[in-house]
């Protein structure tokens, strides 16, 4: 896989990643093998539901270990610097242009994918809204392209 795609992680994600992996090879791997040593001896394969069960999860397991190597090969640490512009790691403050309502306006972290959590307000570096707001500056005003149609937003703070 020449092309892999990066992968944007802060420290704190990338640590939770690891865990995650460590968990799944040394708690859950030998579980399920457990299980599954158990579910053979109960007899006959072919109607045994436990046996069924437990290679099935040994299937996720595995995929899920898998999947977090690859991710692990291809990271980036996202980097908290001083910037004038919004960037991967930066947290953005705007205001919704033509929204009386929006008094207040939202913030937003930008991240990676993998750690983008909207009820957290964070955001990823993918979505329609980060990608505007990208390389701008406070003041500026840019043009959101969703799938709703179009807004503006004005960056009011960088962080």
Do not use: C, W
């Not at 040394?26 to 069924?52: H, T």
């Amino acid at each position: 896989m020449a092309n892999a795609k990066t992968v944007y992680l802060t420290q704190e994600g990338l640590d939770e990643l690891k865990s995650e992996l460590d968990n799944l090879i040394n708690v859950k791997r030998p579980e399920n093998i457990q299980a599954i040593k158990e579910a053979r001896s109960l007899g006959d394969l072919s109607e045994n539901a436990d046996y069924d069960a437990a290679r099935n999860e040994q299937a996720q397991i595995e995929g899920r270990i898998k999947t977090i190597e690859k991710m692990l090969e291809n990271v980036s640490i996202i980097t908290k610097t001083a910037t004038d512009k919004v960037a991967l790691g930066t947290t953005v403050a705007i205001k919704y242009i033509d929204d009386e309502d929006d008094e207040d306006g939202e913030e937003y972290e930008i991240v990676g994918s993998q750690e983008a959590d909207p009820f957290a307000s964070k955001i990823s570096n993918e979505s329609p809204i980060a990608k505007a707001l990208l390389d701008h500056k406070v003041g500026d005003v840019v043009t959101v392209e969703s799938p709703n149609g179009s807004y503006k937003v004005e960056i009011t703070e960088i962080k």
